[in-house]
């Protein structure tokens, strides 16, 4: 009887619902109108094509990345005109006159826009939070004739000075000479242009030391800079009026009072341009902080780097070299992943209240000095959050990156309910989402959206400071496209493949040679992914591939003495010419690996 109660009052409930829910909908509603945005902010950078190789103008170089508001009617006239106004200011640029390239317009990927795509159009079909345009440009091609003449004006050794009636001729070895005889005729003084009287200038009214030549008329041709025109033994009067200044004569004034000191020649005093190195001292027991603090400096950009290390003993390390800072940054971005960052495969910074923007900045600069002077990048960081910091957006797979960055058991779960959304435990699921503060109902349909919502929060949004951060100093200093970021990012990683690829044996090895190099073939293909980071650190200073060779060198050793000496700088491995035994080798080899300092002490 109470089940019967209980479902009566239910199908009560019920009837009085629906009767509530359709009064609600014969109640008049009130609408409000709905603004439309007609305008956007995008941004939009400058790429240069030459040689067929594109590359984005740096902002140092008057390019950069430029943020405009516009109607998002527009479409490729109106960003090629708004991108003209930015780079090309009164047609002029750096790289010359806009009469002298090609222009097009590109899209965030980097490919040719079509005139007929508005702004509008392609953000409901991307649906990025904001669009990057680029203006690309091309030098003309020349034409044949215009070839040619560049031609024989290179091919031309002398400077040619011609004149009305001869032609005077100043070549590489700053003699000048007279090409075309003179006559008589030519050799009586005309009138010089400063006598008013009809008087004529001879020969004997200048000084007579100098041989005078008439009737020199000729036009100065456009002399590059640093360019020096020596005329010896002449001296030239001229009375074509295109060449007279008041402030040049040529020829002794009788009249003129001046003080011959003022003649001497002026030494320029060279500067210095050689750039000094930065000294910079790490501790092994603090080298985190030690590198903070050494890169809040903007000058470890701009000059080379010395890096000192100091040992726990207290003691300088002999060691120096490329070798050195490719251990010192591996060292860093190891300590970063561990004490900065949150995830399992790849991670991503998290906020600290006691990172500041100059110490995420210093940060920055770590990353962009490993990139220039090692070829090196923390390929742990999340692709995503990487492709935000250099081209603000998003262009990899943001699910396949979330399921990499929850933990091992989070991942299986949300890849069964990917695959299968029955078949999965929905506690589960709904613990898993709730951890990443999930606020949506879940089901088969929606999952793929919710997936994606959260993983760009967890990956992008969160850290938004740190790339704020970062941007600033990569913007100006790093320029990568997606297709190379992921490049590099699968050239860089380390695998067991890569490895043996890179060992490189003398050609006459001996017996016992050859059993030591299947010692070491054998030894890496047992190797996980960390110990052989491990083992690619001890060899050339990286944990990461920066390196396609790895030569190894046998040497005689005795029992006491025998362990592997690896030279980072060279990328040298020299191992000992005799081992017993394969776990011989192997107990040895571990025993290196798994000593917490490697000291270098090979100058």
Known sequence: MKLKTGSKETDEEASNSEKETKDNENMPKT???????????IEIGWIHKEDSEAKEVRAKQ????????????????????????????????????????????????????????????????????????????????????????YDSEDKCDDLILQGQNEIIEVSDSQ??????????????????????????????SVNTDFPVLSESSFLLPEVLQEDVVLLQNYVLVSDNPYISDPEITFGPQPDA?????????????????????????????????????????????????????????????????????????????????????????????????????????????????????????????????????????????????????????????????LQDFSSVEMDDLVETLDNYECRRRISADNLPTILTEIAHKELVQKPMFVIDCWR?????????????????????????????????????MTAKQKEVEHHLRRYIRELDEEELSKFLRFCTGSNLIVSDCLTVEFTVMSDF???PIARTCGMFLELSDYYESFPVFRAEFNDVLKSNVWVMDIV
């Open 257 to 417: 009072e001046f003080d011959l000191n003022d003649t001497l020649i002026y030494e320029v005093e060279t500067p210095d341009h050689t750039t000094q190195a930065k000294m910079i001292t790490i501790h092994y027991s603090n080298s985190f902080n030690d590198m903070i603090e050494a890169f809040s400096d903007p000058d470890t950009l701009t000059r080379p780097l010395v890096v000192k290390r100091i040992l726990p003993d207290k003691k300088e390390e002999a060691g120096v070299g490329s070798g050195v800072l490719r251990d010192v940054l591996s060292a860093f971005w190891l300590d970063f992943y561990d004490r900065c960052t949150l995830g399992t495969t790849i991670k991503v910074p998290f906020i600290r209240h006691d990172f500041k923007a100059e110490t995420w900045k210093a940060i920055g600069r770590i990353f962009v000095r490993g990139y220039q002077g090692c070829h090196y990048l923390p390929i742990k960081l999340a692709p995503a959050f990487v492709e935000e910091m250099l081209f603000g957006a998003v262009y990899s797979d943001l699910t396949e990156s979330f399921l990499q960055f929850v933990s091992c058991q989070d991942r299986e779960i949300l890849k069964q309910a």
């Open 62 to 149: 008057g390019g950069g990345t430029r943020k405009v508001v516009m109607d998002i009617s527009g479409g490729y006239n109106e960003i090629l005109k708004e991108g003209k106004n930015l780079f090309f200011p009164n047609g002029i640029s750096s790289k010359g006159h806009e009469s002298d390239f090609t222009f097009d317009v590109w899209d965030f990927k980097q490919n040719p826009f079509t005139d007929h795509v508005s702004i509008a159009a392609i953000y409901n079909t991307v649906k990025l939070a904001k669009l990057r345009f680029y203006i690309a440009t091309q030098p003309k091609p020349h034409s044949d004739e215009d070839a040619s003449t």
């Open 561 to 563: 003495t025998r362990r």
């Open 31 to 41: 609408s409000r109108p709905v603004k439309r945005t007609t305008k956007r902010s």
């Open 175 to 204: 003699s000048l000479s007279l090409v075309s005889s003179c006559s008589a005729e030519d050799q009586v003084s005309r009138p010089h242009p400063g006598t008013t009287d009809g008087s004529t200038a001879t020969n004997h």
């Open 472 to 508: 600033e100093i990569t913007t100006p200093n790093i320029t990568l496209n997606y297709e190379k970021l992921t490049q590099m990012y699968a050239d860089l990683k380390a695998t067991t493949k890569k490895v043996l690829k890179l060992l490189k044996f003398p050609s006459d």
